[in-house]
């Protein structure tokens, strides 16, 4: 007689249906063509790494998905809503239960750290000082910064400390969906793994549904659930979809397709001629 | 072989340039009624507006003062070369002196020079938030990022630039008259009795209803552009310059049309003889 593991009766359940949606996406601006048809299902719990060429429209998607931007067709979907169709103050709404850490933090500058920090509670709830200044102490020890800090702003602040100060102010409203646009870049090796290592626990300890944008294999390997990569718009083959690897880290690892495994292993080949450039006269 | 680009049919750019003009009007259409329907929805709180009214009011004080000052010397000195060929008329000095200020000069050299001062910074620092994302995160933290940024800004300027253009004004007069009695040898007495005659409180309630409108423009407009910087530093140094130009020309522009209005009106309402 077999018996069942709680990991098979998790399989047998019906899946369940994808929290963040983009249906039949195209986004241009002005006439430079960003998206076109991208279609991506994210489940509720899930970590997507979002890898491609820079400029390939990464950070146009994250920002769809919490309605910074409109689509130039298609829809965007939030939690069964389409975020194009809501009235502005229910898209305020959906928008506090993401986070949102930019690829340079996004820090006020004329705000001390703990003001940033605190900015979205004294904005949106009713907390009294002292119940928000034991929030942001609780927050920026998560984070695992000093609170010698909070009294610091931006302009004082290492690259790695805004990133931490920025994950922190996108935690401290418990939000359900976090998103991450390059959360490495410009970060020595040492402060990318802390970093990496923060996004995987804030995955572990709040539940949330994490969708990373990275350039950085390392984030990718560490961090990732599933891996979509897009191919940049100009480069589509005809009756191609734009997104040309959609799967697990395994899978990324044996893909067939020559593109992936060029991106994955950083290969300039067939890019630059290298015989050809001014690189050969050094 | 190699294709040669033809330029666009001038037709087609003639269209293509009024349909930029049309979607500019309309943008900053759009973003002025934004601004007046926030600031009618929900006041912004005390500890965002301080800082603003600090930055527009009190550290604009000594520009607008010195200027202000400097404008009605300046007319004194101009002014005097004039009067002495007619020597009669040198007692009218004060008038012409204190009406110009008053009227026109005080209200729109303020405005200029606050353009320059305050509207730039502006341009600059919103500028500097949009390339930098910060204006993005104030979207995704739920707060409409022109009730936080725009509203305080156009209230400062709204209610500070009258205040300032007061300050300019006082200064002209008292620099004129100073020039006027002390190096010129005006009799005093003359000098600031043909100003009372001549200037009332319609000129006074003009100049600064006229600054309250070129305050409104300034914010807008450095508002406006800071908003739509492009990325980089060229980007936001070009918010900053077009937020002058642009209100330099809106603050003259404007100017002739209310002058012409409340010449009109003043007509209108005390008829002359």
Redesign the interface.
Same mark, same amino acid.
């Given at each position: 007689m077999s018996t069942t593991s709680i990991p098979d009766l998790d399989r047998l359940m019906p899946p369940a249906p994808p929290l963040l949606r983009l249906d039949g996406v195209h986004m241009a601006f002005g006439k430079n063509e960003v998206l076109r048809d991208i279609t991506l299902h994210i489940r509720k719990g899930e970590t997507p790494v979002l890898i491609g060429e820079s400029g390939c429209g990464e950070t146009v998607m994250l920002k769809l998905l919490i309605g910074l931007l409109r689509p130039s067709a298609g829809q965007a979907t939030f939690d069964g809503r389409v975020l194009t169709d809501l009235p502005e103050a229910d898209l305020v709404r959906q928008r506090l239960r993401f986070g949102f850490v930019f690829q340079g933090a996004a820090l006020f500058d004329s705000l001390t750290v703990f003001d940033n920090i605190a900015f979205p509670l004294r904005e949106h709830t009713n907390k009294s000082n002292d119940e928000i200044e034991v929030l942001v102490w609780e927050q920026i020890h998560e984070v695992g910064l000093p609170g010698a800090l909070l009294q610091r702003r931006p302009a004082e602040l290492s690259g790695g400390q805004r990133k931490r100060v920025g994950l922190a102010r996108a935690l401290i409203l418990k939000p359900e969906v976090v998103l991450y646009d390059e959360p490495t870049t410009g970060l020595d090796p040492i402060m990318s793994d802390v970093i990496n290592e923060l996004i995987r626990q804030t995955h572990q300890r709040h539940h949330v549904t994490s969708v990373v944008v990275s350039h950085d294999m390392k984030t990718v390997a560490k961090v990732a659930q599933r891996i979509v990569m897009l191919n940049p718009v100009s480069r589509i083959r005809p009756n191609e979809q734009q997104i040309i690897f959609d799967g697990d880290a395994a899978e990324l690892l044996i893909a067939s397709d020559p593109r992936v495994q060029q991106f994955v292993r950083g290969e300039a080949q067939s890019r630059v001629d290298l015989s050809q450039s001014s690189l050969s006269d050094y | 072989m190699s294709k040669a680009i033809s330029p666009a049919p001038s037709g087609g750019r003639f269209l293509a340039g009024l349909r930029a003009i049309i979607l500019g009007w309309g943008d900053i259409s759009d973003f002025t009624l934004q601004t007046l329907g926030w600031m009618v929805r929900r006041r912004p709180s005390a500890g965002t507006m301080l800082?603003i009214f600090y930055q527009v009011g009190v550290r604009s004080v000594p520009v607008v003062g010195i200027t202000g000052l400097f404008i009605g010397m300046v007319l004194a000195v101009q002014a005097f070369g004039e009067f002495t060929r007619f020597p009669p008329l040198r007692g009218w000095m004060g008038a012409a002196i204190n009406g110009s200020v008053i009227r026109e000069l005080g209200p729109v050299l303020a405005a200029t020079m606050l353009a320059g001062r305050v509207g730039s910074a502006i341009a600059a620092e919103l500028g %500097?938030?949009r390339v %930098?994302?910060?204006i993005?995160?104030l %979207?995704?933290?739920?707060?409409?990022p022109i009730h936080y940024l725009v509203v305080p800004r156009f209230l400062a300027c709204v209610f500070l630039i009258p205040l300032l253009t007061v300050l300019a004004d006082f200064m002209g007069v008292m620099g004129g008259a100073f020039i006027s009695t002390q190096y010129f040898d005006i009799e005093p007495y003359q000098y600031w009795s043909q100003s009372q005659q001549k200037i009332g409180l319609w000129d006074i309630l003009v100049g600064l209803f006229k600054s309250m409108v070129f305050g409104a423009l300034i914010a807008i407009i450095s508002c406006h552009r800071g908003f739509n910087a492009k990325a980089g530093a060229e980007g936001v140094g070009r918010a900053a310059t077009d937020s002058f130009v642009l209100s330099f020309v809106a603050i003259l522009v404007v100017d002739f049309f209310m002058a012409m209005f409340f010449n009109t009106l003043y007509v209108q309402i005390w008829p002359r003889e």
């Amino acid at each position: 007689m077999s018996t069942t593991s709680i990991p098979d009766l998790d399989r047998l359940m019906p899946p369940a249906p994808p929290l963040l949606r983009l249906d039949g996406v195209h986004m241009a601006f002005g006439k430079n063509e960003v998206l076109r048809d991208i279609t991506l299902h994210i489940r509720k719990g899930e970590t997507p790494v979002l890898i491609g060429e820079s400029g390939c429209g990464e950070t146009v998607m994250l920002k769809l998905l919490i309605g910074l931007l409109r689509p130039s067709a298609g829809q965007a979907t939030f939690d069964g809503r389409v975020l194009t169709d809501l009235p502005e103050a229910d898209l305020v709404r959906q928008r506090l239960r993401f986070g949102f850490v930019f690829q340079g933090a996004a820090l006020f500058d004329s705000l001390t750290v703990f003001d940033n920090i605190a900015f979205p509670l004294r904005e949106h709830t009713n907390k009294s000082n002292d119940e928000i200044e034991v929030l942001v102490w609780e927050q920026i020890h998560e984070v695992g910064l000093p609170g010698a800090l909070l009294q610091r702003r931006p302009a004082e602040l290492s690259g790695g400390q805004r990133k931490r100060v920025g994950l922190a102010r996108a935690l401290i409203l418990k939000p359900e969906v976090v998103l991450y646009d390059e959360p490495t870049t410009g970060l020595d090796p040492i402060m990318s793994d802390v970093i990496n290592e923060l996004i995987r626990q804030t995955h572990q300890r709040h539940h949330v549904t994490s969708v990373v944008v990275s350039h950085d294999m390392k984030t990718v390997a560490k961090v990732a659930q599933r891996i979509v990569m897009l191919n940049p718009v100009s480069r589509i083959r005809p009756n191609e979809q734009q997104i040309i690897f959609d799967g697990d880290a395994a899978e990324l690892l044996i893909a067939s397709d020559p593109r992936v495994q060029q991106f994955v292993r950083g290969e300039a080949q067939s890019r630059v001629d290298l015989s050809q450039s001014s690189l050969s006269d050094y | 072989m190699s294709k040669a680009i033809s330029p666009a049919p001038s037709g087609g750019r003639f269209l293509a340039g009024l349909r930029a003009i049309i979607l500019g009007w309309g943008d900053i259409s759009d973003f002025t009624l934004q601004t007046l329907g926030w600031m009618v929805r929900r006041r912004p709180s005390a500890g965002t507006m301080l800082p603003i009214f600090y930055q527009v009011g009190v550290r604009s004080v000594p520009v607008v003062g010195i200027t202000g000052l400097f404008i009605g010397m300046v007319l004194a000195v101009q002014a005097f070369g004039e009067f002495t060929r007619f020597p009669p008329l040198r007692g009218w000095m004060g008038a012409a002196i204190n009406g110009s200020v008053i009227r026109e000069l005080g209200p729109v050299l303020a405005a200029t020079m606050l353009a320059g001062r305050v509207g730039s910074a502006i341009a600059a620092e919103l500028g %500097t938030m949009r390339v %930098t994302e910060q204006i993005d995160a104030l %979207t995704c933290l739920g707060v409409n990022p022109i009730h936080y940024l725009v509203v305080p800004r156009f209230l400062a300027c709204v209610f500070l630039i009258p205040l300032l253009t007061v300050l300019a004004d006082f200064m002209g007069v008292m620099g004129g008259a100073f020039i006027s009695t002390q190096y010129f040898d005006i009799e005093p007495y003359q000098y600031w009795s043909q100003s009372q005659q001549k200037i009332g409180l319609w000129d006074i309630l003009v100049g600064l209803f006229k600054s309250m409108v070129f305050g409104a423009l300034i914010a807008i407009i450095s508002c406006h552009r800071g908003f739509n910087a492009k990325a980089g530093a060229e980007g936001v140094g070009r918010a900053a310059t077009d937020s002058f130009v642009l209100s330099f020309v809106a603050i003259l522009v404007v100017d002739f049309f209310m002058a012409m209005f409340f010449n009109t009106l003043y007509v209108q309402i005390w008829p002359r003889e």
